[in-house]
């Protein structure tokens, strides 16, 4: 069992930046691959970025490539997103999950979930 808890979320101004942070429980949270997933009121739950286990390697949606960066540190069983240059379409619950070695994008592929921060950009 993972247990994942996120934190950093608030309200910013457009052009502004924002971490996240997502704490892992667990010795085995080095083996997953972790992900960062969003969801906007009425919207379906949309795949931000990802991060293999060993964090050799990352993966982003188109819509944050080039602004947002996903990380991990092993020792601290933490996951980051730091998040530039956020724009009101940004603004949504973010949340974190642990998935298999093959998770990517599909959010079914991650059966651990964090509960979520809300991250509001405003114009």
């Known amino acids: 069992q993972v247990q994942l808890v996120e934190s950093g979320g608030g309200l910013v101004q457009a052009g502004g930046s924002l971490r996240l942070s997502c704490a892992a429980s667990?010795?085995?949270?080095?083996?997953?691959?972790m992900g960062w997933f969003r969801q906007a009121p009425g919207k379906e739950r949309e795949f931000v970025a990802a991060i293999s286990a060993s964090g050799g390697s990352t993966y982003y949606a188109d819509s944050v490539k080039g602004r947002f960066t996903i990380s991990r540190d092993r020792a601290k069983n933490t996951v980051y997103l730091q998040m530039n240059s956020l724009k009101p379409e940004d603004t949504a619950v973010y949340s974190c999950?642990?998935?298999?070695?093959?998770?990517?994008?599909?959010?079914?592929?991650?059966?651990?979930w964090g509960q979520g921060t809300q991250v509001t950009v405003s114009s």
């Open positions: 667990g010795r085995i949270f080095n083996s997953y691959v």
């Open positions: 999950a642990a998935g298999a070695p093959y998770a990517l994008r599909n959010p079914a592929e991650y059966p651990y």
